[in-house]
């Protein structure tokens, strides 16, 4: 029996294959116990473009806590202002094999809110 990080990784093999044929630029999220962690990669897949994380020293004086819905909101906020900043106006959400749940959505939620599109 694989484990529940093998069957993870599985999914975002699938989810990661399908965005590289759209050729699109993508969001993808990254979360651990108590941080969350986004980037925006080129269509290639070679090169980030933005970058946001409970770990950025700004985020870090406004959130107490990296590992809840608030925190991945306001990461949500930051990444989608970044990405705006660069005329990226368009992405394809890479969930990493993640439910869309929780921590995932609220951060999908948040980008959108902010004129991210996906």
Known sequence: MKDKNQQRLRRARQTRSRIAQLNVTRLTVHRSNSHIYA????????????SA??????????VKYGGNVKAAAVIGKRIAEKAKQ???EAVAFDRAGYKYHGRVKALAEAAREHGLKF
């Open 39 to 50: 980037q925006v990669i080129d269509a290639g897949g070679a090169k980030v473009l933005a």
């Open 53 to 62: 994380s409970t770990l950025d020293p700004e985020v870090r004086k406004s």
């Open 86 to 88: 660069l005329g990226i």
